[in-house]
């Protein structure tokens, strides 16, 4: 069981206690005294796990990388370029537009 869990159900049983106690009178058969240690044995409980309670330290948040903009190489540009002339000279061969798939008008 946690300790905040356990501190919050021993503070519930003191309460309790401390309401049954002040319905008994003082004379019945040692009740109340017995009753009162009971009492007395919680907050001694208490007290002792209080002291234990320490939060741990909290981590320092982790810090996002930083993304570098790529960008591209002037031998990718060059690779790309030369890609792109051999489709549209295929393209012409065929007589169809390289960006749009139509038929190429003939001109004059």
Same mark, same amino acid.
């Given at each position: 069981?946690?300790?905040?869990?356990?501190?919050?159900?021993?503070?519930?049983?003191?309460?309790?206690?401390?309401?049954?106690?002040? &319905?008994?009178?003082?004379?019945?058969? !040692?009740? /109340?005294?017995?009753?009162?240690? $009971? %009492?007395?044995?919680? =907050?001694? #409980? @208490?007290?002792?796990?209080?002291?234990?309670?320490?939060?741990?330290?909290?981590?320092?948040?982790?810090?996002?990388?930083?993304?570098? &903009?790529?960008?591209?190489?002037?031998? !990718?540009? /060059?690779?790309?370029?030369?890609? $792109? %002339?051999?489709?549209? =000279?295929? #393209? @012409?061969?065929?007589?169809?537009?390289?960006?749009?798939?139509?038929?190429?008008?003939?001109?004059?």
């Amino acid at each position: 069981m946690k300790v905040k869990k356990a501190l919050k159900r021993l503070a519930k049983a003191e309460t309790l206690l401390t309401n049954v106690i002040d &319905q008994y009178p003082a004379g019945k058969n !040692g009740l /109340k005294e017995l009753l009162d240690s $009971a %009492k007395t044995s919680l =907050a001694q #409980a @208490r007290a002792a796990m209080d002291l234990e309670v320490t939060p741990p330290p909290k981590k320092a948040p982790a810090k996002a990388r930083e993304s570098k &903009q790529s960008r591209l190489s002037e031998a !990718g540009r /060059k690779r790309i370029s030369a890609a $792109a %002339k051999k489709r549209w =000279a295929v #393209a @012409r061969r065929k007589g169809v537009n390289a960006v749009t798939g139509d038929k190429l008008k003939k001109s004059a």
